[in-house]
């Protein structure tokens, strides 16, 4: 984040303004713009609900607030609008919290978070999976760890809020012990004075860019958009998930919003040729944000030719790979895989081997759309590739299928499922 000159710091015992939430209307588009000002008061920093940290929407939501973001280093020329200060939330007493600066890092929000996520797991514990989903204290630690966070709440924190409560709600065990487990490593990470370089990424990855700015600069792509769905966040699907392929790595990728900012409009797929993105670390496929664009409906006979390139065909490196992933990131990972099978299996259910027999089953739970309509799609029609989300089981992997390949003649096709 760009740091910004502005007000001169409150004296003591005058109110000052520390954290902002605009809702900044440009052009016909509002978005949700998040100022956090320095310690002295002399500079500022924003971020959207998207992550982004310049643009006319950051620009606007400074002068807001009387910061000039062209010249970083001038007091602004008009003098800023008198803030509303909200009243200060009374501390929290507990006695598992650390003592003052002994933990705590004061310029991040992470004290408060690692301390709710604390009692986020003690209160899962106590009650039991069974029970946890609608549990007062459960709920209302959950609450906390909300309050804790910075605003608007993270992407990779809302993500975490909705996978868990889907989990205690189906009374998943594995699952909320993998959530659970991210939630304790996250803890841990936060209370290092100078965290690692994999704990400063698991940082980043569940709390954004208000934990560090800076993400891999990208350009030049050419990225096929294959998926698009709405996934529980904080609220109940409450974010807007698109699956991308990298046509020249085969590099899976997503990009998230939240229903706060635009939709994704238009066909899926689609072709994206990137001028300018951000990925962020972490686990695959990596969080992107698309910068600067150009959009062409559909996919090309080129771009399929290069996915079925950069398809998975040996099952074996998928489950290890899957592995590894959740091993290293068991709450924070959700891996997909663009698979070509050797074999597909139509007796009984559906399923795919590769070329030494290992099985990829389909998912089946309380919802089966999209296992079903790629059932449909494959009564007369041989895959080349599938893509989907994965899931492991005791005796393999399994596939929640999002879209499907094949050949109708010589012409070379891909249905989106769902």
Known sequence: MTGHSGPPAPQRGAPGLRRALLEVELDGRCEWVTVTVSADGSGARAVTSDGLHQGPLVDAALALLGYDSAAPSAVPSVPPRSPTIAPERPALRR???????????????????????????????????????????????RERLIAASPAPLPLGLARYLGRLRAALLTRDVVVVARLLDEASRFTAAA?????????RERLRVMMGPFVDSRAEMVSDRVLVELAREWVAGAERSGIERRL??????????????????????GPCPRTVRVGL?????????????????????GLDAQGYARILEHAERDLSVVRARCQREIKAYPGLSEPFVVFAPAHTSRDGALAFTD?????????????????????????????????GALGEREDGLVLDPCGVGFREGSTARYLRLG
Not at 277 to 296: H, K, W
Not at 358 to 380: P, Q, V, Y
Request: aromatic letters at 2%; charged letters at 30%.
């Open 95 to 141: 006695e598992s919290l650390p003592p003052p600066d002994e933990h705590a890092r004061a310029d991040e929000p992470l004290a408060g978070a690692a301390a709710a996520f604390e009692d986020l797991v003690t209160a899962v514990v106590r009650v039991g999976v069974d029970e946890a989903a609608e549990a007062p204290s459960v709920l209302a630690a």
């Open 191 to 199: 209370r290092q004075r100078t965290p690692s370089g994999t704990e």
């Open 244 to 265: 991308l392929i990298d046509t020249e790595s085969g590099e899976l990728l997503v990009e998230c919003r939240t229903r706060q900012g635009v939709a994704s409009l």
């Open 277 to 297: 993105a951000e990925v962020d670390p972490g686990p695959s496929p990596r969080r992107i944000r698309v910068l600067q664009y150009e959009l062409s409906n």
């Open 355 to 387: 070329a030494r027999g290992a099985l990829l089953t389909l998912a089946r739970g309380h919802d089966e759309g999209r296992s079903a309509a790629l059932e449909r799609a494959l009564r007369t029609q041989e895959p080349e590739w599938v893509v």
